[in-house]
């Protein structure tokens, strides 16, 4: 997989994806980051890449022609896929997108700074827009750091165990249930029964009720979009009568 990433900071971008696990990926030869800079492309004593906006108000806006030009220059360097704008404007990163981007060849995303980016540029060349979250950063480098993670980690080969991916938080619509480790000074204290009993069965019926207890308890919002089957309803049903009844019997 190739990404490429129209940003004034594609030092940032490069630091950011040589550590931890995307830094495997790019070691390991399954995937590929470059950033190109806008300002390569500027023209002018001062490379300007942004100018005060038509109406006025405050800030500067990103202008087309760096932008345009940049873009043309990773296209004849062989980028591929939709041009993806970072934006508070786009639906939110989910790991289903991720999922998708993921089975790709590659991608190229835009990171806007300023006010943002001429909205003509987007109009003529943005397939679509991308946010992670409900708030502002000062640029969308931060966005492209985390698209870069999220769909790098799950690419084949990169993870050291496959299955790591398949269990996160997210992946069948739940959030993750919770871990313990062998800890030397902590030994087997407050760890539950059923994870030193051996039983694989009871140890995975255990994780599955309290994936669905802890979205139930932290992010109703989840459940409410998911048709539980018969056993995950049972299951989620003793995990709240264990809470009502913890309640009841400080």
Not at 157 to 173: K, Q
Not at 208 to 215: K, N
Not at 240 to 247: E, F, K, T
Request: charged share 25%; glycine share 12%.
């Amino acid at each position: 997989m190739r990404i490429d990433v129209l940003t004034l900071f594609p030092e940032f971008i490069a630091q950011a994806a040589a550590v931890g696990v995307v830094g495997r990926a790019l070691e390991r030869g399954r995937m590929a980051v470059k950033g190109w800079n806008p300002r390569d492309h500027a023209t002018g004593n001062y490379r300007r890449v942004d100018e005060r906006p038509f109406g006025g108000g405050p800030g500067m806006v990103m202008l087309p022609e760096p932008l345009e030009a940049c873009l043309a220059g990773a296209r004849a360097d062989g980028a591929t896929g939709p041009l993806i704008y970072l934006s508070p404007q786009g639906p939110r990163l989910t790991q289903a997108k991720a999922r998708s981007l993921a089975a790709t060849a590659g991608f190229v995303l835009l990171c806007g700074r300023y006010e943002g980016v001429d909205e003509r540029f987007i109009a003529a060349n943005v397939d679509e827009e991308l946010s992670i979250g409900d708030y502002v950063l000062s640029g969308g480098e931060l966005g492209a750091a985390v698209v870069i993670d999220a769909v790098g980690r799950l690419l084949d080969g990169v993870l050291n165990d496959a299955a790591s991916a398949i269990e996160d938080s997210f992946e069948d619509g739940l959030l993750d249930c919770p871990h313990f480790t062998r800890s030397e000074r902590l030994g087997t204290a407050g760890v539950p029964d059923v994870l030193l009993s051996g039983d694989h069965a009871r140890i995975a019926r255990w994780r599955r009720q309290q994936a669905l207890g802890r979205t139930w308890l932290r992010r109703p919002d989840l459940l409410a979009r998911m048709v539980l089957g018969r056993k995950d309803r049972q299951l989620l049903e003793e995990f709240i009568a264990g809470q009502a009844s913890a309640v009841g019997n400080p």
